[in-house]
């Protein structure tokens, strides 16, 4: 299998603080891996260093190459970063600011071409903005914008595409929409995913492999089956949680407060809860 993105020794440190910590890993091209843990486990910081947007120590080679040895122009043709607060310009509309993806591919001083526009529109229809394309970003609501913002990134039609917590401002519903478009988009044009993921019972149901980051460090790695473990978690995410298997044969990650509630609600028991939980 070809290797993606590899992670050698990866290290990153603000003055005193490391931030991540000795990070080793593999990204399989075509694979979805989530980055989970804790509120400043290092997952943004991770992220921003495959990205080349934050200094590290070790090595970061993406699809074989070090981006710091690329133009920006190239390094945005590899790799499409989603940030989780993006500064955005007020007074462009939703249909311009998603061509600012297609500048990686146009000439210097050249302008968008119609072939451009139209890749543009079908993303927005896809993402649901397609009747929003006129209006200006600063009148969009949140889950509106993130949209946009993902639509940006997934025009730049980047093999490598990175997300720091895509859905965090989207209702349950518009999540797992947004979520299936990129893992359809990942299985047609043969994408590799890494994002950062809060809900575990969805980067459960959508990454091929987790990545379990506390302090900075890589605590555990494999199938979420494999690292959706409820003393492991408890253990780095500092509460406990119930690891379940719902009547589809998914996992759903609840804190115990909420297990009578959920039972309710999915169907679950505790004589379907994995053996491992």
């Not at 910081?45 to 710091?68: N, Q, S």
């Amino acid at each position: 299998m070809t290797a993606a993105i590899v992670l050698d020794d990866v290290t990153v440190r603000f003055e005193s603080t490391v931030a991540v910590s000795g990070v080793q890993s593999t990204v399989v091209a075509g694979e979805w891996v989530g980055l989970v843990g804790a509120n400043g486990a290092g997952k943004t910081t991770l992220l921003r260093a495959i990205a080349h947007l934050e200094r590290h120590d070790g090595t970061v080679r993406v699809a074989d190459r070090d981006l710091g040895a690329l133009s920006y122009r190239r390094r945005a043709r590899l790799v499409a970063y989603v940030p989780q607060k993006p500064e955005l310009p007020s007074d462009m509309s939703v249909m311009e600011y998603t061509l600012l993806g297609r500048t990686p591919h146009l000439g210097y001083f050249a302008s968008e071409t119609g072939r451009d526009r139209r890749y543009c529109r079908q993303l927005l229809e896809r993402l649901g903005m397609a009747a929003l394309g006129d209006r200006r970003i600063s009148t969009l609501s949140g889950g509106e914008t993130q949209r946009v913002v993902l639509a940006r990134a997934l025009a730049q039609e980047a093999p490598i595409v990175l997300l720091d917590e895509p859905t965090s401002a989207l209702d349950l519903g518009r999540r797992v929409e947004v979520l299936e478009l990129v893992d359809e988009l990942r299985r047609e044009r043969e994408l590799t995913v890494v994002s950062a993921l809060h809900d575990l019972t969805l980067a459960a149901e959508f990454a091929d492999r987790l990545m379990l980051l506390a302090g900075g460090a890589l605590v555990a790695c494999g199938s979420p089956t494999d690292v959706l473990h409820e003393s492991v978690l408890a253990e780095h995410l500092g509460a406990p949680v119930r690891v379940l298997q719902a009547p589809d044969g998914g996992l759903v990650v609840v804190p115990p407060a909420r297990l009578r509630r959920r039972h309710a609600e999915t169907g679950v028991t505790d004589g379907a809860r994995r053996h491992h939980a």
